[in-house]
T-cell receptor
Framework: AQSVTQLGSHVSVSEGALVLLRCNYS??????LFWYVQYPNQGLQLLLK??????LVKGINGFEAEFKKSETSFHLTKPSAHMSDAAEYFC????????????FGTGTSLTVIP | DTAVSQTPKYLVTQMGNDKSIKCEQN?????MYWYKQDSKKFLKIMFS???????INETVPNRFSPKSPDKAHLNLHINSLELGDSAVYFC???????????FGQGTRLTVV
């Protein structure tokens, strides 16, 4: 069985500060890992993904995440927060097979303080 | 062109009514999903279809019935709507050539 834990349902950072959103997963097979962002009244948009290869992955809008197998983590970071980063962020895991389920964390709401 | 499109975007209806939400994807994906997002933003898988065949059917009331006329469409029909059905419903799709799921814009269902 797979599951995702996002520590911190609400995170506040000052504009220009480091953004760190935490994600830990459990999976019985090598996982595919994802971060999605949801802006108000919109659908989920893919920020970045890890499937295989390089463990540090870069995504859109300056975000990146590192897959750490030993820690079963896939934390999302951005060096400098912008006001436009305020949104809901979801970490997800799948087994990577066609038709497989995507398991989502409970989400982290990011607030950026001017 | 919108990759995954859902209609309607908003749906307000009375308890006891029957309603449908339509979903279409133009990505050529083989797998489509329905997710329910509650007021706390939690995303729960409801159904998954692969090439028109049901492969995931999580514990949802049998008032919810998905229908996939072809692999580009996955509609959700809900009978006898209840107040607790109020939520945002998302359609998504994925395929063999991509790892991620692509989401529609959501349908906000309000049952009054």
């Amino acid at each position: 069985a797979q599951s995702v834990t996002q520590l911190g349902s609400h995170v506040s950072v000052s504009e220009g500060a480091l953004v760190l959103l935490r994600c830990n997963y459990s999976s019985s097979v090598p996982p595919y890992l994802f971060w999605y962002v949801q802006y108000p009244n919109q659908g989920l948009q893919l920020l970045l993904k890890y499937t295989t290869g390089a463990t540090l992955v870069k995504g859109i809008n300056g975000f990146e995440a590192e897959f750490k197998k030993s820690e079963t983590s896939f934390h999302l970071t951005k060096p400098s927060a912008h006001m436009s980063d305020a949104a809901e962020y979801f970490c997800a895991v799948s087994e990577g097979n066609t038709g497989n389920q995507f398991y989502f964390g409970t989400g982290t709401s990011l607030t950026v303080i001017p | 062109d919108t990759a995954v499109s859902q209609t309607p975007k908003y749906l307000v209806t009375q308890m006891g009514n029957d309603k449908s939400i339509k979903c279409e994807q133009n990505l050529g994906h083989d797998t489509m999903y329905w997710y329910k997002q509650d007021s706390k933003k939690f995303l729960k898988i409801m159904f998954s279809y692969n090439n028109k065949e049901l492969i995931i059917n999580e514990t949802v009331p049998n008032r919810f019935s998905p229908k996939s006329p072809d692999k580009a469409h996955l509609n959700l029909h809900i009978n006898s709507l209840e107040l607790g059905d109020s939520a945002v419903y998302f359609c998504a799709s994925s395929g063999e050539q991509v790892a991620e799921a692509f989401f529609g814009q959501g349908t906000r269902l309000t049952v009054v």
